[in-house]
């Protein structure tokens, strides 16, 4: 079976953000990594591929040059090879264009199944997968925790508030991934060392400009120093108090 | 996944003059792949199990598959094929949590299946290599003896030809993984005065290897004495390329090269948890790490930090490029060794009460370097061999 698996290359989440001139993250001294939830997406697409004994997996990244690194990684964990759709203007792309651009190599690969994180966790539109899913004209199931195929139909849990829910959709099929899914394999040695001797086609491609343009970005207030009330039971109403109307959390 | 972190810095290691540029691709995906897996896998267990005294056995399956054990070993049987560089970026990776589960790795692959593969029958290598790779088997390598540490040529233990056998006989201690292993690469004199190496499975009859308890060093780490009492092995156990003392000392000098790097990570670590620490402990209403005896603790450490990892960076292009010298090994050891040794414990009289405690790592790191100091040739006896480089003058012995 011929599976596909999206992902992106997104700062770490250790990173101490500082907000450039042109108010997009300012790159300098950032390190960037596989989207985690892309992790559980690669994991899933590789799990498939080796229940089945056979298939293939490719990774599809749309990005600047530099998420070959990313790409790379998917390589070493297992997949089979990897296209990088690359563009100077990518990071500024909103999740209609990267849907697009994905569509369209995903359109000519067959795929039956195709994988994606529930979100990245750099702009957190979580909308890529479904939007890929629509241009396709193909089922999506997001947010999936449990995944299973039976022949032709795939039959996964979901979360949904309060509760979880079990769906079922004809292949081929579009899925978004949540963390409890799997346990994503680290990259081993062999699987570095092999990598290198695997396909990852970069392929320029055209973009029109975004429909929807970030205009401002500012980081969180600063958080208030902490307040000593007082010590003792005597201080206990006018913290009550202060956790009722100040803080709001009773 | 890797979850944010409270503190205001990244948590990220000390690369001041930007070592990771001089590395390639595969070099640092091998480092982060490493990296991720001793955070999220081993960093949480390694407290409890130094404190309980116990090596984190359940992690060897992982080990394995991740291609932690002998990853220099060539693929035909079961290694990576890995260059030196990221053989010492692994060791560097697992020091990073601690020492003793780098002594665990760097045996398995340095002084078990290094040799096999150097000095070992095809049949030998077809048998025991793969089994060791995946960690289903654990060796280990028996040199020291009670007597004999720093002259392992003045070794007692005896190795008699009976018929088509060998029965050995004697006793080696301070043996990392004894109790564990599976099989022992031990080191013996023959009757015409020539050492030997032999594998010895750690069933047959005769054999015992007794755990050292009551260390206070590389406690998650196994340490045990090996008893052979008139142990019969076939003449198709010994290692037929061993060339005399000479073939069990280039062993040494590929764990030595490792341990050179894997020091590198046990500083880091203790600098990077000091960093944190001087941001956020408040002393006189002002940070730990606003007063002046602090930074220039500080810049110290990270100065001494920085020359290993260049010593160490350089040390593996040159073994790659096979003009690396034991001596080079010498320095490097011996210069990060200390090195790691004085940042552990600086770093824990920053830590103040809390350093001596297991919850944060440099006192823990400083008594296990206490043995890294001594293990795989003394502080001393690498200053003896590089004296003896750069004078001429050899001034082991009497
Ligand atoms: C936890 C642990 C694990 C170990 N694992 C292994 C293992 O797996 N396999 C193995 O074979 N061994 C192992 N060792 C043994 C280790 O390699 C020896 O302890 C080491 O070689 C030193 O030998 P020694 O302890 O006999 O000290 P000695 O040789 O007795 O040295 C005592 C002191 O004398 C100094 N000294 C020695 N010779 C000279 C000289 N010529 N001039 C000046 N000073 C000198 C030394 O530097 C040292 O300070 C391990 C040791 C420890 C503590």
């Known amino acids: 079976m011929k599976i596909c698996v999206c992902v992106k290359r997104v700062p770490a989440t250790t990173t101490r953000v500082v907000i450039g001139a042109d108010k997009q993250l300012d790159p300098a001294g950032v390190e960037f990594e596989l989207n985690p939830y892309d992790e559980f997406a690669v994991e899933q697409a590789l799990q498939v591929k080796e229940s089945g004994g056979e298939g293939s997996v490719t990774a599809i990244s749309f990005g600047l040059a530099d998420a070959k690194k990313e790409l790379q990684k998917v390589l070493a964990m297992g997949a089979d090879n990897a296209v990088l759709l690359t563009h100077n203007s990518a990071p500024h792309a909103d999740g209609a264009t990267t849907a697009k651009m994905l569509a369209e190599e995903l359109r000519n690969t067959e795929a039956q199944l195709i994988f994606f994180g529930k979100q990245a966790v750099d702009r957190d539109q979580h909308g890529v997968g479904p939007a890929v899913a629509t241009r396709l004209g193909i089922p999506c199931i997001t947010e999936v925790v449990k995944f299973e195929l039976q022949g032709n139909q795939v039959i996964c849990e979901r979360e949904i508030e309060g509760g979880r829910e079990t769906v079922t959709a004809p292949l081929p099929c579009a899925i978004t991934c949540q963390k409890g899914l799997n346990e994503p394999r680290f990259a081993s040695l062999k699987g570095i060392m092999a990598a290198k001797k695997k396909p990852l086609e970069i392929k320029e491609v055209d973009l029109e400009s975004a429909a929807v343009e970030v205009i401002d970005m500012s980081l969180p207030p600063e958080r208030p120093a902490g307040r000593i009330i007082g010590e003792g039971p005597d201080a206990v109403p006018e913290l009550i108090e202060a956790l009722r109307n100040e803080a709001k959390v009773l | ?398």
């Not at chain 2, 503190?7 to 000390?14: A, D, G, I, R």
């Open chain 2, 1 to 398: 996944m890797a979850t944010a972190s409270a503190s205001v810095l990244p948590l990220k290691e000390l690369d001041f003059y930007q070592v990771d540029d001089l590395l390639d691709p595969e070099e640092r995906m091998v480092r982060d792949s490493v990296r991720s897996f001793i955070e999220e896998r081993v960093m949480p267990v390694v407290p409890h199990h130094w404190e309980a005294g116990t090596f984190p056995s359940e992690l060897i399956p992982e080990f394995g598959e991740l291609g932690l054990l002998g990853p220099a070993v060539s693929e035909e049987y079961g290694g990576s094929g890995l260059n030196s560089v990221a053989y010492g970026l692994i060791c560097q990776e697992i020091e990073r949590a601690d020492s003793g589960v780098r002594s665990f790795a760097s045996v398995q692959g340095s002084l078990v299946m290094y040799p096999i593969e150097a000095f070992g029958s095809e049949e030998q290598k077809r048998y025991w290599l793969p089994k060791l790779a995946t960690g289903e088997a654990v060796g280990c390598f028996g040199l020291t003896e009670p007597d004999f540490g720093s002259n392992p040529g003045g070794m007692r233990t005896r190795a008699r030809r009976d018929g088509d056998d060998w029965i050995l006989h004697g006793q080696k201690m301070w043996i990392t993984n004894g109790t564990v292993a599976d099989v022992s690469i031990v080191w013996a004199r023959d009757e015409n005065g020539k050492i030997q190496g032999f594998l010895v499975e750690n069933d047959r009859e005769g054999f015992s290897a007794p755990e050292q308890k009551h260390k206070w060093s590389l406690r998650c780490s196994v340490t045990s004495e090996l008893v052979m009492d008139e142990v019969r092995v076939p003449e198709s156990n010994r290692l037929p390329k061993v060339q005399g003392l000479k073939s069990a000392l280039s062993c040494l000098t590929s764990a030595r090269y490792g341990i050179a790097w894997g020091a590198v990570g046990a500083a880091q670590a203790c600098f990077d948890e000091v960093i944190r620490y001087c941001s956020d402990r408040q002393i006189y209403d002002k940070p730990l790490g606003s007063f002046q005896i602090t930074q220039t603790k500080l810049a110290n450490m990270g100065t001494e930090i920085t020359k290993g990892q260049l010593l160490v960076w350089r040390l593996g292009r040159m073994k790659d490029q096979g003009i690396m010298r034991p001596q080079h090994v010498s320095m490097a050891k011996r210069n990060n060794v200390r090195m790691a040794l004085d940042v552990a414990r600086e770093c824990r009289t920053l830590l103040g009460a809390n350093g001596i405690t297991l919850e944060y790592q440099a006192g823990r790191h400083a008594c296990n370097l206490e043995t890294v100091l001594t293990y795989e040739g003394t502080e001393e006896i690498h200053g003896l061999i590089l004296g003896h480089e750069f004078t001429g003058y050899a001034a082991y012995g009497a």
